[in-house]
């Protein structure tokens, strides 16, 4: 089975930066894209940013380009997410997700594993 622990969430004031963490176990073979998901009060789950572990070219969600950054170090299989010049719209639980693509790398449908996620508020 393939577990995901995220990390990293908290409170932060407008403007200011997080960075999340996902550690990835478990057989992972045949899962080799991992993506940030989003989920504010109230709203449906969104996609983030996504990367293949084999690839260094990411894919971003439009809210999330020019302020966030994920990536992915390989000896450890850990995905992270640069969040940079946060806003109150950025308030949400962040899942991490790891799963075989085959979809659009930003569709939920291309994920079978899930992390439980963590939470980022922006607030002043």
């Given amino acids: 089975q393939v577990r995901l622990v995220e990390s990293g969430g908290g409170s932060v004031q407008p403007g200011g930066s997080l960075r999340l963490s ?42 999330a380009k020019g302020r966030f950054t994920i990536y ?25 997700a790891a799963g075989p693509g085959g979809w659009h790398v930003l569709a939920q449908e291309g994920y079978k594993f899930w992390g439980q996620g963590t939470q980022v508020t922006v607030s002043s």
């Fill in 22 to 63: 996902c550690e990835v176990s478990g057989n992972t073979y045949g899962n080799n894209l991992r993506g940030w998901f989003r989920q504010a009060p109230g709203k449906e789950r969104e996609a983030v940013a996504a990367i293949y572990t084999d690839s260094d070219s990411p894919f971003y969600a439009d809210s």
């Fill in 72 to 96: 992915h170090a390989n000896a450890r299989d850990k995905v992270y997410l640069q969040m940079n010049r946060l806003n109150a719209e950025d308030t949400a639980m962040y899942y991490c």
